[in-house]
């Protein structure tokens, strides 16, 4: 029972460390053709460029664009990458950060769950070291937040990411999900 147990608990670790967050800041390469929402697809992203069946809420910040890209920022046209291949989300902000002698303090956070609901990873604030000195405003302007499976279970091919950008000095907040599966 102890090596059952044992065994287990170190295909939980694999499973646990098979994925990796990245992020970056500042600009990112633009998108090719989408249609554009608007307010009678949703209020609160009238005028922003939406792809790859992003869903997203947006509040008290205005969004300019966000889609899925390859490790190139090259948008991607399906929801797809390999395992050991970064999928990002890039999102580009109109305004809404609050700024404070040009530097904006934003937090982020992500999650990779399974299609059955299993969480493989989370990370609840992945700017957190630069709380205290904030990061230049005009490089929060852009923002990509990026996901690696580098392992995966047999018959798992089909991953939800859920994630999270908001100002830690005001109200504005980006926040939703997307949907990938592994070729």
Do not use: H
Not at 35 to 46: A, C, M, Q, R, Y
Not at 153 to 160: K, L
């Amino acid at each position: 029972m102890k090596k059952l147990t044992l065994a287990y608990l170190f295909m939980l670790s694999i499973i646990f460390c098979s994925c990796d967050f990245k992020c970056s800041i500042g600009d990112s390469r633009s998108a090719g053709k989408t249609k554009p929402v608007t307010s009678e697809d949703n209020t609160t992203l009238n005028g922003a460029i939406i792809k790859n069946d992003i869903d997203l809420d947006v509040t008290d910040v205005k969004l300019k664009e966000a889609y899925l890209a390859d490790a190139d920022f090259r948008p991607l046209a399906v929801n797809k990458t390999g395992v050991g291949e970064k999928i990002y989300l890039v999102i580009k902000m109109d305004t809404g950060w609050v700024k404070e002698k040009g530097r904006s303090f934003i937090g982020a956070s992500e999650r990779i769950l399974t299609s059955e609901g299993r969480v493989v990873v989370s990370a609840d604030d992945i700017f957190k070291s630069q709380e205290m000195e904030g990061l230049d405003a005009t490089d929060t302007k852009d923002i990509s937040l990026s996901a690696l499976i580098t392992n995966a279970d047999p018959g798992v091919n089909n991953f939800e990411v859920q994630f999270r950008v908001w100002d830690k000095r005001g109200k504005g907040e980006v926040k939703g999900k997307y949907k990938f599966s592994l070729r």
